[in-house]
């Protein structure tokens, strides 16, 4: 008897979607496109517009690749519009390309947990704490991990009670200080701001991406990343070798959206970073145990700054990082023995191992 030939694992990959990094999500569901093994998988392009409208998109992966000048999106002409998942018959799993609110926390996991299909990356909890400043910071302080000095500037608070907040800011922390919008990301929102005078304006600017408000006190450190990928088959989680962002700061304030996304940056990233041994090992177990406190599945990017005595203080874990074949988080698997194609079969792989539910 002859072996049926095996039928490829039909995974759907979404991407685009409601939030402000819509097209970065395009960009990398270009690159997933271009490197996924075809022999394996069938690969169903689905694009969220940006008003929330799901299509199956047709045509060359590339037209949405991030290319000087113009930012990629998903619309209605892009293709066959879907009413939902189930437009497109079965679909073992999919994968989650998307950035920011709808997509990076917990919205979109929460619907394929109640449809039952198995996706790649973290839960609904995981995502959604790390979606939200406040929350991932008090979730980290609360398992003992470093996060710097902060204030939560509340919606209510700000519209009814200004003078407060900004005492509370003059009063707990030092300047520079980094104000941004609890739920965002790509940078979108967030400004440095050098003295009193500068926080109102900043604040509303941060207002703009989410009511609820971070001002935290500037850190001085390097930028460092770490690559976080779930254990197989219920073996701890695996980091990668650290990476850097470094920042021309005679040319850049900081790492801001324009320095993230253009081609003319005064940011260029480096994997691995060229740390002392022991401080490596230390934000690597750093980026494990911040993976662990949310609760992570899958990946996860965890950014950290460390300061010139070698101290690592969390900024931020990031449940779907930028994920183009020249995003860091798959340079920094790069560095560390895994190429951009074995990456994705094996988030893939993770994601179909994990059933939904309460498992
Ligand atoms: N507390 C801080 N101290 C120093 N730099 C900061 C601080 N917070 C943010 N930054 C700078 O702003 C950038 C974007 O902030 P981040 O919190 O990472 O937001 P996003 O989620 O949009 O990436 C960081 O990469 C860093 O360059
Ligand atoms: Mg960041």
Known sequence: MVDEPRRKVRVALLFGGRSGEHAISAATA????????????????????????????????????LTTGRLPEVTRESGTELVGLSDVGDVDVVFPVLHGPFGEDGTVQGLLELADVRYVGCGVLASAVAMD??????????????????????????????????????????????????????????????????????????????????????????????????????????????????????????????????????????????????????????????????????ISRVDVFVTPDGEAVINEINTMPGFTPISMYPKMWEA?????????DELIQLALERPTGLR
Request: hydrophobic share 40%.
């Open 133 to 298: 400043k406040h929350y991932m910071k008090l979730v980290f302080a609360g398992h003992g991990l470093p996060v710097g000095p902060y204030v939560v500037v509340q919606p209510r608070e700000w519209e009814q009670r200004q003078a407060e907040v900004v005492a509370r800011v003059s009063d707990q922390l030092k300047f520079p200080v980094f104000v941004k919008p609890a739920r965002a990301g790509s940078s979108l929102g967030v400004t440095r701001v050098d003295d009193l005078s500068g926080l109102a304006e900043a604040i509303e600017e941060a207002r703009f991406h989410d009511p609820k408000v971070l001002v935290e006190q500037g850190i001085e450190g390097r930028e460092i990343e770490c690559a976080v990928l779930g254990g197989r088959s219920g073996a701890a989680p695996r980091a990668s070798v650290p990476g850097e962002i470094v920042v021309d700061h005679d040319s850049a304030q900081f790492y801001d959206f324009e320095e993230k996304y253009s081609s003319d940056s005064h940011a260029r990233t480096q994997a691995p970073a060229d740390l002392p041994a022991d401080v490596a090992e230390k934000v690597r177990d750093l980026a494990v145990r911040a993976f662990e406190a949310i609760g992570g599945e899958g």
């Open 336 to 344: 560390t023995g895994l190429t951009y194609p074995e990456l994705i």
């Open 30 to 65: 270009a690159g997933v496109m271009k490197a996924i093994d075809r022999e394996k998988y069938d690969v169903l392009p689905i694009g969220i517009t940006r008003e929330g409208q799901w299509v199956l998109t047709a045509g060359d992966p590339s037209r949405f690749e």
